[in-house]
């Protein structure tokens, strides 16, 4: 896979093969391996983020081109410096097995940023709301943001990087395995870094160390479960329910376009482990810490505090995507002699209630936003007295909103007329469309996109945050 996508001109330009055969016949030896990042003082390294920006090579319609970190000409005697400092061992650079195809080595592929491309969304739709307010520039999802920012991300002007916990995304996500998660809290087991995953990536290849895993699971039990992503004996993909075209959210409960709604769903092929790989992931990433007195007397009252840390993932938990995935603190109270649930009393909300974090069972006013007459928890939703995780998406009124293709950054600056203005003051329009929209940091925390929405807290990656 040929990616390259620089941001911008660097010391190290990207060499182009000057010609249709292949690389390893047009380009001297010492060209064909990118072993060094565009800019390694830019805090992406010199590559573009977001909006798909890779660039193609053509040659990759014909040769095989880049494979990951197996180098075609390895540099001699060499390690590579950036997979030791994760792994905390010497790891030299490793050689491509050149009897099956080519390839070479693409410094990008053990970056974050290789994923950056696609894991930091952002809607482009250049028009306003309803309520008058500038709908491109939402920040759909903010997932290599969050982690640039976290104690894993070895990038220039990160305040919160730890080394001890240096790791990209591949280094997580690709070190899981059946028994190992791959979230931080099983990396490192004993507060040191985990020894990397060996093995073959083919039946007749050598060992690998690190050898990379493709298994790409994040929080999704659900759809993981519905989905036979595994093939058949043939090779041929296990049937599974698809997702139907007209299948988008609408806050019109009339509209077709109400529900997620599939297609074949007696469909299913063999159940995958993808599922259970997911709940793997998903029982290593908090920390639950309950404090609350041995004994308390009957009838009396108890104080319980429940704290949550994010001791496991490597962004937020969960990570952007507004209306999508939502996180919450259930606590529920039994005697055990008689089996009763009790009532719990609830300080903030200065209420009791049997048990705090079911789902909704109708439809009901939400108490977080009494003034959103407009705005309703549809029936199934998360106890609105809950503590929650997720990014709320508004229209701009301040009220939480279903149209999320609608939904405003509540944080861009405009000008009088409402339209985004460069870092200079200008109107981003047709005389200006290279301007770069800026956003205020109105917490001061260094993160501008939580202050895109209503409310955002989920659970910021690393204990010390
Ligand atoms: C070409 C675009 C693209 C690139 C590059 C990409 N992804 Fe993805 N990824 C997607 C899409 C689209 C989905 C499915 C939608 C979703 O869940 O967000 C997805 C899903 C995932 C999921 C599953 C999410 C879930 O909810 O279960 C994980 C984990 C993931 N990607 C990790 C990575 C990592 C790590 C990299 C870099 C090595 C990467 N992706 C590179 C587009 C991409
Ligand atoms: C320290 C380990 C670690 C690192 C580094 C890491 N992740 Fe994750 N990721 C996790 C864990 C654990 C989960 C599941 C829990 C969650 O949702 O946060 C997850 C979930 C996800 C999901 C599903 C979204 C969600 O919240 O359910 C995506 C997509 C994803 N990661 C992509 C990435 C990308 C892209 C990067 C790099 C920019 C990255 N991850 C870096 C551990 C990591």
New binding site residues.
Partial sequence: MPFTGYAHKSGTPYPSVPGTASRAKLQPESQQDRTAVPDPASPTQGYAIGAGAYKLSPHAIVFPEYVGPLAAHPPKDQRDAYLSGVFKTDLPHQQIQRSGHEGYYQALHER?EM??A???VTNPLTVKNRLGRWVGGFPI?R??S???T?R??DRPGNRNFDPR?K???????MQQDFGQ????QT?YPDGHAAPPRAGRLANDGPERTPAFSHHF????TFVTRLAGADVTETGAPEPYPELSIYSFTSADEKSPYHNAFFENVSSRGAITQHSRL?WD??R??LDLDLKAPQTADPGGSAPLRVTVT?S??????????PEG?AAWVAVRAFDLDSGRELDLWDSHWKRASRGVGYLTREEMADPNYPRCKEWKLPAGSPDPYAVQFKAIASLGDGCPTLELAYATPLNLKVNGDGVPVDAQGKAIDRRNPRGVPVYEDRDHDGDVWDDSFRSSPPAR?GPSR
Avoid at 167 to 173: A, E, L, P, V
């Fill in positions: 974050a994923c950056a696609c894991h930091d999802e997932t290599y969050e982690w640039a976290s894993y991300a916990f790791r990209d995304c591949q280094t997580c996500h998660p791959g979230t931080a990396l699971i994040g929080g999704n997911a992931r998903l290593n990433v994010n496991g993932s490597g962004h937020d938990f969960p990570s952007g995507f995935r990656a």
